[in-house]
């Protein structure tokens, strides 16, 4: 009977499973490798050729390390051979010569085999550096945009200058620039220029050049379109000229923005490169818009700021012409500023009101409760309500005055009250018309009421009153007359109405401050010539003024002049009464006020033009009173201190001084007074991340009336650049000073060394021509002998003082090149041998793999040669000296022993420097030089150098140079 198989059954039998993992491995994607103990490749899936291209046969041919990356290959090979399970990535050659990133799990077995399975990451690579590209891009933008945010406008020319470079590095341009059009964009010039090492300006030749040459780039720049060229070739036939100007600047591709302001053109921004062509990617034109803009916005904000200094010289110039006393006072009543009329009426110097309160003011001291009324107003004025009343106040001669005094307040665009402006006008000549006026008034009644009384007191009398009645008419006469006279020649506009609305009387005064005739304003009511938005407010005090409830208001008003025109006034309204207390008539005091109004508001859009540079400026600037309490700082204070503004107004902040400056800080502050009230210094401050900066600070101490300190202001800035100028500055002294020694040293050593041997070329030359006759030819040959030694020498020490002449000036070059150093050090060995004979003999020996070495065998020959010859020159005969070489690693050691004299242990800290000997060579000849030269060439070669001498025993050099140098 037949047996029926379920399908996982027969998936159960070895052969079926075995089927099954092959066909799952030929479909997968991923790379399923075995890889044996020397590396090799087993089976591999055809997962592999689909991704590095090679076959399966090919793969197996070569051990896997052979197509790993070699930046990869040793980190590769730990985790290969670790004995744990791995996870890991390497770079794997395609067949191509390109690489493929590769990630793995890789699991040893118990035989010495590893099993992995690899997933292609070539893609995920790439993603994540095209990330990291953008994210550079962006920190970029955001840098660049941060810090033309925080310039000032001085520092806009060297900004531009600072991200030329930028952005040419970042681009990998050679050549960045900016040019700016002439008002009608007739002509350029470039401004700006930033060229890549190597590669020539072209600033000077494109000043003031005719834009209409190139019709083809300035009509896409007109409509704010990029123009981007990869190559010369690319451009069309019309852009002839522009073609032209590249080849004229070397220029092989261009990106070229416009920079404008709205939809103005004022320049354009340009990228070129002059060593090979680029493609412009979206990025790169990306970025150029971007900074065009940024710049734009920076030419802006300078062109506005030109405009605001000279709004605010406007300003001053208003604030200070208008005939009323004004003053801007902080909230807490200090002075900030006076215009000239009040400083003139004062008849005092700026310093000595500026920073006082202003009730401390001798105009304000004509009495105790006149100053506490004063300091009251302030307190409330900076609570945001408008004070207004009259005062009496001293005048420069003592006399008194009265002013119509008021504070108001001066709000940010916030609505948060930032300062408080007080304005006085002199209203003497009015209140003594006012006081007349009521004089005449009071007495009418009284005689008018004495009158009537008597009249009811007795008939009998009738004739004595009807005379005193007459006289009375007279004197009431005479009483109108005064009430006209004093009415109609008032100098601020006077009305007298009925509760009708209309004009009873106007004076000269009040038609013509509204440009009509005295008949035109009789015809019409106050609400005729009243703007509109001022009837809801003026109605009320009516009506409250007809029930009883006020004698009298005051209030600012708007008039509507006969042109149409608008005029402020002050206006003043008194009821006049009859005994039972109706009202009669109404009459008003009218002052015109436009003048103060214009100036309050030029003063008010000043104030904040001054604020919003003060605050821009970038020095620190604060105020704190004697106990320390801050009562301003500008916004730079607190950026550089990283403090917000409400830390630190009404707390006491003190900057960490060193220890080391504090008390000089101290003393400083002492020396202030009355008679030096500034003083400038510099000292040390710790931020708070530690980082240590110079400050330079201008303090000044402000005193009141009775020579009290009330507050000091200082304005400081950071002079950290300047003091590290100084530092180099001392240290360029200190080279100075070390060239000097050694020009002196120099010539003494050309005196006492050149002197030798030309005497001994003298005396011998002298001999061979006088005697050349009688003298043998073995004394002639010892005297030719004599010459070339002297000669030799000679030589030798020009050759060391060019050498280390080169190296001092930074000019001794470095050519590295490939060279066999055990022949190089045999043949210097060998040719020293020669040279001295059987007088001392040279043991050279080596150690390691020394054939291949990349270095300077010139330097290298100075460096062998001095030291040899050295070690031969201070040893005795016979004596030997042993050369030893040894490579370690990446790295060549020689050892250079003698048996000589040895150095003093006091002559080795300076045994590197030129012109220095030991103090023990005698008469052993030498000029200081060789061993300063061979410091100089192991500097060059990145080596090292060290000595260990005991006297009388020997002396031993080390040197430990690179096997592999490379040129700088």
């Known amino acids: 009977m037949n047996s029926f198989q379920t399908p996982s059954e027969s998936m159960d039998q070895p052969a079926n499973r075995e089927f099954t993992q092959t066909l799952f491995l030929r479909i997968s994607d991923d790379l399923f ?85 690899g997933k292609n990451i070539t893609e995920t690579k790439h993603t994540e550096a095209k990330l990291k590209e953008r994210i550079e891009f962006e920190q970029l933008i955001t840098s660049l945009s941060h810090q033309f945010i925080q310039l000032s406008s001085d520092g806009i020319e060297h900004a531009i200058k600072h991200t030329l470079e930028k952005i040419g590095k970042f681009c990998e341009c050679d050549r960045t620039y900016m040019a700016l059009f002439s008002e009608d964009t007739a002509t350029a010039s470039m401004i700006q220029e930033w060229d890549a090492p190597g590669v020539s300006s072209i600033q000077p030749q494109w ?10 780039g300035m009509a896409k720049l007109r409509n704010l379109e990029t123009i981007q060229i990869s190559r010369r070739s690319d451009l069309p036939p019309e852009a002839n000229s522009l073609k032209q100007a590249l080849e004229l600047t070397g220029a092989k591709s261009i990106a070229i923005v416009p920079i404008a302001q709205g939809n103005h053109l004022i320049g354009y921004l340009g990228c070129s490169t002059v060593n090979a062509e680029k493609i412009w990617s979206d990025d790169i034109l990306s970025l150029l818009q971007i900074i065009g803009g940024i710049f734009a916005n920076a030419l802006s904000r300078q062109q506005a700021e030109s405009q605001l200094r000279e709004s ?52 304000w001291t004509i009495s105790a409760e006149t100053q506490q009324q004063l300091q009251t107003a302030i307190a409330e004025a900076a609570t945001g309500k408008t004070i207004r009343y009259e005062a009496d106040i001293l005048a420069p001669d003592q006399s008194v005055i009265t002013i119509d005094f008021s504070l108001k307040p001066l709000r940010k665009e916030n609505g948060e009250i930032e300062l408080l402006i007080a304005e006085g ?26 009158r009537t009384h008597e009249l009811k007191q007795t008939n009998a009398q009738l004739q004595a009153e009807i005379l005193q009645h007459q006289q009375t008419e007279a004197e009431l006469r005479n009483s109108e007359q005064q009430f006209r006279r004093v009415f109609d020649e008032a100098p601020i506009g006077m009305t007298l109405a009925d509760l009708n609305d209309r004009y009873i009387r106007v004076n000269r005064a009040f038609y013509s401050m509204l440009g009509y005739s005295q008949s035109e304003v009789m015809a019409l009511s106050f609400k005729d010539i009243t703007h509109p938005d001022e009837l809801a407010l003026e109605i009320p005090y009516m009506q409250q003024l007809i029930k009883g409830e006020i004698d009298s208001f005051q209030l600012e008003k708007r008039y509507i002049k006969k042109n149409k025109d608008l005029v402020w006034v002050n206006l003043t309204l008194i009821a006049l009464r009859d005994k039972k207390g109706e009202v009669l008539y109404t009459l008003a005091m009218v002052e015109d006020i436009t003048e103060r109004k214009q100036a309050m508001e030029a003063l008010r859009q000043s104030e904040a033009r001054y604020r919003a540079i003060v605050e821009d400026q970038t020095e620190l600037i604060c105020r704190f009173k004697t106990d320390g309490t801050f009562t301003f700082v500008n916004d730079a204070y607190c950026r550089y201190f990283n403090k917000q503004r409400s830390e630190l107004i009404g707390y006491r902040f003190k900057p960490q001084i060193p220890e080391i400056d504090q008390e ?8 202030l007074s009355v008679e030096k009230p500034i003083v400038t210094y510099e000292h040390r401050v710790i931020l708070p991340d530690n980082e240590i900066r110079w400050q330079q600070w201008t303090e000044r101490v402000m005193f009141d009336n009775e020579v009290n300190i009330v507050e000091f202001q200082g304005v400081g800035r950071d002079i950290t650049p300047l003091k590290k100028a100084e530092a180099e500055i ?20 050309v005196s006492h060394e050149f002197r030798t041997p030309l005497t001994a070329i003298l005396s011998s030359s002298e001999l061979l021509d006088r005697y050349s006759k009688k003298l043998t030819d073995e004394k002639k040959k010892a005297h030719h002998q004599r010459i070339q030694i002297a000669v030799s020498r000679m030589t030798q020490l020009l050759d060391d003082v060019l050498t280390i002449g080169k190296a001092e000036a930074g000019k001794l070059t470095f050519k590295p090149a490939s060279m066999n150093l055990i022949a190089f050090c045999q043949d210097i060995v060998d040719t020293l041998q020669m040279s001295i004979s059987q007088q001392h003999s040279i043991n050279f020996v080596c150690h390691g793999d020394c054939g291949d070495a990349q270095m300077d065998e010139k330097l290298l020959q100075h460096i062998l040669n001095n030291l040899i010859s050295n070690a ?97």
């Open 425 to 450: 006008r002199d209203i003497s000549d009015r209140k003594q018309a006012e006081a007349k006026l009521q004089t005449a008034m009071v007495e009418l009644e009284q005689r008018v009421e004495e």
């Open 33 to 117: 490798g075995i890889w044996n103990k020397e590396g090799y490749w087993q089976p591999l899936n055809p997962a592999w050729e689909k991704v590095l291209g090679w076959t399966e046969e090919e793969l197996r041919s070569h051990t896997s390390w052979e197509l790993i990356h070699p930046d990869d290959r040793d980190r590769t090979i730990a985790h290969f051979t670790s004995t744990e399970a791995v996870e890991c990535e390497h770079r794997l050659r395609h067949q191509d010569g390109s690489y493929r990133w590769l990630a793995w799990k890789l699991i040893p077995v118990e035989d010495g085999r590893l099993y992995g399975v």
């Open 664 to 671: 000089f800080v101290n003393q400083q502050f002492k020396t």
């Open 730 to 749: 001392i240290k360029a002294l200190e080279k100075e000073r070390e060239l000097s020694e050694l020009r002196s040293s120099f010539v003494s050593l």
């Open 207 to 216: 000043q003031d050049f005719p834009t209409a040459s190139y019709p083809w």
């Open 312 to 363: 605010e010289r406007r300003f001053r110039a208003v604030f200070n012409q208008t005939f009323q006393l004004s003053s801007l006072l902080t909230l807490e009543g200090n002075v900030v500023a006076d215009n000239q009329t009040a400083t003139d009426f004062c008849q005092l110097d700026s310093f000595q009101v500026i920073g006082y309160p202003f009730w401390q003011l001798k105009c």
């Open 872 to 968: 031969i020159k201070y040893s005795s005969q016979g004596s030997e000296v042993k050369v030893e070489l040894t490579c370690e690693g990446e790295s060549a050691i020689f050892h250079i022993q003698d048996q000589g004299i040895g150095i003093p242990p006091e002559d080795i800290k300076k045994l590197f420097s030129s012109f220095q000997r030991a103090g023990n060579v005698g008469t052993i000849q030498g000029t200081g030089l060789g061993l300063a030269i061979v410091k100089k060439c192991v500097d060059l070669h990145g080596g090292l150098i060290t000595v260990e001498s005991e006297v009388g025993k020997g002396t031993t050099f080390t040197i430990i140079l690179p096997l592999q140098s490379m040129a700088e």
